[in-house]
């Protein structure tokens, strides 16, 4: 590779892109944007001779993009449209890797991490139901309760860990929850045997104990007493589950619905008019969040206790 210096490489990489129309972009912020991916793409090949790094790559790909837009939009503004282009090579030009749809989760762990905060929904607004099974509150209601201890559900937003005098290690962890933000600390011992799993993002449901504060004005002191992740919490088999059915219930399909063998005691009970019956499945079946979903979908359930 002959040698040139940094600014002839820069402009005939320019050049690749169309000078002219990079010049023309008004956008100060935007042009400079792309001469600095362009100055870090001279980086990478200097640094791996007349090999071609994937950051060269990206960076041609972002810059082609980015020009064929503003050329799309300057033809819009001018009512115009390109005589030398088709529609075929318009949608051939660009070649993306294949990709699978987000989960939810994903999906909103993505948007927290772009603009660091839940716009479009909140991670545990799918749980109302589980949550109510299982009597996790949110941490508002704990606070204001009576009771000493209780579960709380809540989502990572940050993370500080921290040193005491004596070295011992904490952190000071800042979760929400869809009523609020709420900061616990996380001593040694819970902290160590947890550090790994405490991400940004994720969510866990958390066993909290509550201590009144005498004085002028009573205070409540919160202890974490324990902590879990709530795809641990949610996903576990259920020991007893208790399904209520309407008359009009669909016995082949639940049947199907709990086909598996598992952990989970099932009992059924069949309301009609002012009568109940009551049945127990002889051998325990897999019941999971999965299960209870599926199930409470069904119109002909009334109720799932577990």
């Not at 947890?194 to 104990?209: A, C, D, P, Y």
């Not at 008019?273 to 019941?287: D, V």
Request: aromatic share 10%.
């Amino acid at each position: 590779m002959e040698n040139k210096d940094k600014q002839e490489v820069i402009d005939e990489e320019l050049s690749h892109f169309g000078t002219k129309d990079l010049e023309e972009i008004k956008d100060e912020e935007t042009k400079s944007w792309l001469r600095g991916h362009i100055d870090k793409a001279w980086t990478g090949v200097k640094n791996t001779g007349n090999a071609v790094k994937r950051e060269t790559i990206e960076t041609y790909a972002a810059t082609k993009i980015l020009l064929k837009i503003k050329n799309i939009n300057d033809d819009k503004d001018n009512h115009q449209s390109n005589l030398f282009g088709d529609q075929e090579s318009n949608q051939t030009e660009f070649e993306f890797l294949p990709s699978k749809q987000w989960t939810q989760k994903e999906l909103l762990s993505e948007e927290f991490k772009s603009i660091g905060f839940y716009l479009t929904n909140h991670p545990l607004n799918e749980f109302d139901e589980i949550f109510k099974q299982l009597n996790i509150c949110s941490y508002y209601q704990f606070y204001e309760n009576e009771k000493n201890e209780g579960l709380v559900a809540g989502t990572i937003m940050s993370i500080q860990e921290k040193k005491s005098a004596k070295g011992t290690p904490y952190a000071i962890v800042k979760f929400s929850d869809k009523q609020a933000e709420f900061e616990l600390f996380l001593f040694a011992e819970i902290l160590i045997s947890n550090r790994e799993k405490l991400k940004e993002s994720e969510s866990f449901v958390l066993t909290l104990q509550k201590d009144k504060i005498s004085g002028e004005n009573t205070k409540k002191r919160i202890n974490v007493k324990k902590i879990l992740n709530l795809d641990d919490v949610i996903n576990k088999p259920y020991s007893k589950v208790t399904i209520e059915l309407k008359n009009d219930y669909d016995l082949d399909e639940i049947k199907k619905l709990l086909s598996n063998k598992g952990e989970t005691e099932i009992n059924l009970v069949i309301k009609h008019e002012k009568k109940q019956a009551h049945f127990s499945l002889q051998e325990n079946r897999k019941f999971d969040l999965t299960h209870f979903k599926a199930l409470k979908a069904k119109k002909y359930v009334e109720k799932i206790t577990v």
